[in-house]
C-alpha cells in the first residue's frame, strides 16, 4: 500500500500554475446601491453589459449607481387550480360532475374521506 501512495505535494491544496504572463481582460467597477443602505462593488469586463438591478446581500434590489430604475415588465398574472380546470371543462360540465358524484356519496357507494 506505501508504494501506491503519492509523495511530493498535497494532491488539490496547491496549483503550479501562475499568473505571470496572463493578460487579464480590461476591466472597471460597477457600484450598486441597496434601498437599506448597502452599497454592492463588482468588477465587470470593459465589454460586459452590466445590469441595472443586483440582488443585494439582504435579499433586496440594489440599483446600479447614477442609473435609473428599469421599467417593470408586465408579467402574466398567476394561474390557479381553477383556472386550470376551467380549462379542461366548462362551469357547466362541472355541475353536472358534481351532481352526480353527490348522488353516489347520498346512496352510499361512495366512501367519505377523512
Not at 500500500?1 to 503519492?6: G, K, Q, T, W
Not at 501562475?18 to 487579464?24: A, I, L, N
Not at 408579467?75 to 366548462?90: A, N, V
Amino acid at each position: 500500500m506505501a508504494d501506491r501512495s503519492l509523495r511530493g505535494m498535497s494532491i488539490g491544496s496547491k496549483s503550479m500554475e501562475s499568473d505571470e504572463g496572463v493578460d487579464f481582460a480590461p476591466r472597471f467597477q460597477a457600484y450598486y446601491d441597496c434601498p437599506n443602505g448597502h452599497t454592492i462593488i463588482l468588477p465587470f469586463a470593459t465589454d460586459a453589459e452590466v445590469p441595472a438591478l443586483w440582488e443585494c446581500r439582504c435579499g433586496a434590489e440594489a440599483l446600479l449607481r447614477d442609473a435609473e430604475r428599469p421599467e417593470a415588465k408586465p408579467g402574466k398574472p398567476q394561474r390557479t387550480h381553477w383556472d386550470m380546470l376551467l380549462e379542461r371543462r366548462t362551469v357547466k360540465e362541472l355541475e353536472e360532475l358534481l351532481d352526480e358524484r353527490l348522488e353516489l356519496l347520498r346512496a352510499g357507494k361512495l366512501r367519505r374521506s377523512a
